[in-house]
């Protein structure tokens, strides 16, 4: 079983920065997928960033270059850092752990950029 929760949401105008944290607890595999989705209310949900235990990333063409994925392992809490933000980036955003058939989903946190 592996619980995920994210924090570090917030207001920030245009241009500006924020981090966002996944802290997970239980227990992880080696062989995983973890990352992060977007959400905007009455829209589909879409993939920012996956990143998979052999070291694979894959960005959404919309945030490359402005948005890193990176780990803390002593901590075992994963990061989303978005730069360079924009008011289209406001959503929803959730921290994801696939490990085969288990899936696992923080509650998510609410970016909002402001013009």
């Known amino acids: 079983q592996v619980q995920l929760v994210e924090s570090g949401g917030g207001l920030v105008q245009a241009g500006g920065s924020l981090r966002l944290s996944c802290a997970a607890s239980g227990s992880v595999s080696s062989l995983y997928v973890m990352g992060w989705y977007r959400q905007v209310p009455g829209e589909q949900r879409e993939l920012v960033v996956s990143?998979?235990?052999?070291?694979?990333?894959n960005y959404a063409d919309f945030v490359k270059g402005r948005f890193t994925i990176s780990t803390d392992n002593a901590k075992n809490t994963f990061y989303l850092q978005m730069n360079s933000l924009k008011p289209e980036d406001t959503a929803v955003y959730s921290c994801?752990?696939?490990?085969?058939?288990?899936?696992?989903w923080g509650p998510g946190t609410q970016v909002t950029v402001s013009s």
């Open positions: 990143l998979a235990s052999n070291g694979t990333t």
């Open positions: 994801y752990y696939r490990h085969f058939q288990y899936l696992f």
